[in-house]
C-alpha cells in the first residue's frame, strides 16, 4: 500500500503539489487525471524517488520513503514522461542495464524478455540505438524494460502515448493482469476513455490540488450518470467557454 500525506512540492515560487493525501491498495488500478501542469508527473516522480517533496510524508508497504529509498525502488518500475533517456544505449544494453540494477538472474528473465519484445515487435531492434528509434519504439523499449523487471508496484507517467493502437490494447490488458495478480498499477493519462475502462480508482488534480478521491462509478454516479469527459470538464475544466465562443467568431464577418 502506498499513502500520501500532506504532500506538497513547489519548484522555486511554483506550488506543484499543495497538501496531497492519498491511499492506493494493492490489486488495484490507480489513474492520475488532471489538465497539463497540473501535478501528475510531479506525484509519480516523488514517489519514484526522482524529486524530494518539500514537506508531507510518502509510506510505501509501511516504510518511509525517505529512509527506506533503495529498498522502495526496489519495489518499484517506473516509466517516465517522456522516454527520451539513456538515448546512447541499445535497447539490448538498456535492458541489460535494468537486469544489473534490479538485482535480477539474467537467464531467469530471459523468456519474459523475449515474450515482451516480440509481443511490442521489437525483437528485430534490440541491438539499435534508442537514439535511433521513432517516438513510441522508445517508448516499447522503456515500456518493456518495466514490464520485464515486472516488481509489485507499476508506475507509468503517460504510458500509452504514443505508442500504436495493439500496444496500447496489449499494454492495457498487461496492467489488468498485474492488477488481477494483486498488485499495484498506479498511471496517469490524458484519454478519458481509457481512464473510465482501465481505473479501479481515480484521482483528479487541478493546480496541485485533489479535488477528487476514487472509484469512477461513484464519481459518475454523484453526476448523474453523465460522461466521464463531461464531469471531467466540469470539475476540472474551465468555469465557462469565453475563449472558445470568441475564437468560433472571429472569422464571421
Ligand atoms: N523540473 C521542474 N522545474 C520547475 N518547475 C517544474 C518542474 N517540473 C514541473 N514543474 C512545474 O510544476 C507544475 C506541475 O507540473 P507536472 O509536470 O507535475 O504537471 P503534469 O500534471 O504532469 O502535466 P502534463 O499533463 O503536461 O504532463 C507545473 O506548473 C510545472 O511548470
Ligand atoms: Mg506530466
Not at 16 to 37: E, M, P, V, W
Not at 94 to 113: E, H, K, M
Not at 116 to 126: D, G, P, V
Request: charged share 20%.
Amino acid at each position: 500500500m502506498i499513502e500520501i500525506t500532506n504532500l506538497s512540492k513547489s519548484y522555486g515560487s511554483t506550488k506543484a503539489l499543495r497538501d496531497l493525501n492519498l491511499k492506493t491498495s494493492s490489486g488495484k488500478i490507480f489513474g492520475f487525471l488532471g489538465h497539463n501542469g497540473a501535478g501528475k508527473s510531479t506525484t509519480l516522480k516523488t514517489l519514484v524517488s526522482i524529486h524530494n517533496p518539500t514537506s508531507g510524508s510518502v509510506m510505501v508497504d509501511g516504510m518511509d520513503l525517505m529512509e527506506h529509498r533503495l529498498e522502495i525502488k526496489q519495489k518499484i518500475a517506473y516509466v517516465p514522461d517522456t522516454p527520451d533517456i539513456f538515448l546512447q544505449l541499445s535497447a539490448g544494453e538498456y535492458w541489460s542495464f535494468l537486469i544489473a540494477a534490479y538485482q535480477l538472474d539474467p537467464v531467469a528473465v530471459q523468456s519474459r524478455l523475449e515474450k515482451l519484445t516480440s509481443l511490442f515487435n521489437m525483437n528485430f531492434h534490440i541491438d539499435e540505438t534508442l537514439s535511433s528509434f521513432s517516438h513510441g519504439m522508445r517508448q516499447k523499449a522503456i515500456l518493456i524494460g518495466a514490464l520485464m523487471v515486472d516488481p509489485d508496484i507499476w508506475i507509468l507517467d503517460e504510458p500509452m502515448q504514443g505508442l500504436d493502437p495493439q500496444a496500447a490494447f496489449d499494454l492495457k490488458e498487461m496492467m489488468k493482469s498485474h492488477a488481477q495478480k494483486g498488485k499495484t498499477v498506479i498511471f496517469s493519462t490524458h484519454n478519458l476513455d481509457t481512464a473510465q475502462q482501465l481505473c479501479d480508482e481515480l484521482a483528479i488534480l487541478k493546480k496541485g490540488q485533489l479535488i477528487y478521491n476514487g472509484p469512477v462509478e461513484k464519481l459518475l454516479a454523484e453526476h448523474g450518470n453523465r460522461s466521464l469527459e463531461e464531469v471531467y470538464l466540469e470539475m476540472a475544466g474551465r468555469v465557462d467557454q469565453p475563449i472558445m465562443s470568441d475564437l468560433n467568431g472571429e472569422h464571421r464577418e
